[in-house]
């Protein structure tokens, strides 16, 4: 037997891709339980095992409380394995299993829209610069803990295929049940030149979804009074601005949205009630 199963016990499939498939693990050692990332590698072109070694790397790098903990990587029988920290929920989880929890806290979705752009801008500072270029809320984590003072981290970096994005383009599992909604900008979806803007985009996807603008969901400030209708005009405003496109370079950057969201912000001292998501 490889290190894979002398170290783990494999418990269940969290999640699978173009690639790979996650897997919830129990560490037979320390007892902790992990996700183990196990990717195709042997069967790939030099060109593809280049650009999954390059995501690990990232991985590794990107190390920080905006990026999902990564412990160990390996090549065993012709699989890449990572090994990461177990988040027990995405934001994909809270988005579809506790819509009304989630809609009816307007200070977990302004923190929220806040900890994703800080994430984002994270990835974008970096040196080099890392583009995810598949955000969307299954790829984005809800910390295990409440560490850091932080609830959201990302995972999946750039092992996006073209795969993924026929998948995501053709399912219908990113909605609330209402039509569909993909999270790719105009310019992937075309394969099309792009760069760093692309994730701008899915941000502004993200966020009319954590903020349930959308037409056909009752929209939640109704529910919240008008002490956050400014916020939510500056919002809107940005939201779209986020959208422009074809001219993608027209969108603004993470540190420009995060800049112009703390001058319209309310009151931050709010206490969240983001533990309870955990429990
Ligand atoms: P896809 O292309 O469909 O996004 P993928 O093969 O690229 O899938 P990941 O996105 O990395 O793989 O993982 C698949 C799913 O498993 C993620 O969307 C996420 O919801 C879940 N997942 C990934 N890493 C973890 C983790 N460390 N803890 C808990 N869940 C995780
Ligand atoms: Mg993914
Ligand atoms: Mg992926």
């Known amino acids: 037997d490889g290190y894979y199963n002398k170290q783990f016990i494999e418990m269940s499939a969290i999640g699978s891709g173009g690639f790979g498939t996650v897997f919830k693990v129990k560490h037979r050692l320390d007892d902790k339980i992990y996700a183990v990332k196990k990717v195709q590698f042997g069967d790939l072109s030099e060109d593809k095992k280049q650009k999954v070694v390059k995501e690990v790397k ?3 790098k990107l190390d920080s409380e905006f990026v999902v903990k990564y412990y160990n990587s390996w090549l065993e029988s012709n699989h890449l394995f990572i090994q990461m920290e177990f988040c027990s929920q995405s934001l994909q989880t809270l988005l579809t299993d506790k819509p009304i929890v989630f809609q009816r806290q307007p200070e977990d979705q302004m923190n929220t829209f806040e900890e994703l752009l800080e994430c984002v801008q ?7 610069q890392v583009i995810h270029r598949d955000l969307k809320p299954d790829n984005i984590l809800i910390y295990p803990k409440f560490t850091f003072n932080r609830f959201i981290k990302l995972c999946d970096f750039g092992l996006a295929t073209d795969h993924d994005i026929n998948k995501q383009t053709a399912s219908n599992d990113h909605t ?3 039509g569909t909604l993909r999270y790719i900008s105009p310019e992937v979806f075309h ?10 985009y899915s941000l502004a996807l993200i966020g009319e979804q954590i903020f349930s603008i959308d037409p056909q969901i009752s929209h939640s400030s109704q529910a919240i009074g008008s002490e956050f209708n400014k916020y939510y005009g500056n919002l809107y405003q940005t939201l779209q601005s986020m959208l422009s496109s074809p001219d993608y370079n027209q969108r603004p950057e993470c540190r420009e949205v995060l800049a112009k969201h703390n001058e319209w912000s309310i009151d931050k001292t709010v206490v969240t009630n983001h533990k309870e998501f955990n429990e």
Do not use: C, M
């Open 58 to 60: 990232s991985l590794a």
């Open 176 to 178: 609330l049940g209402v």
């Open 191 to 200: 394969r099309k030149q792009y760069n760093h803007k692309t994730d701008i």
């Open 122 to 128: 994270y990835i974008h500072e970096s040196v080099p």
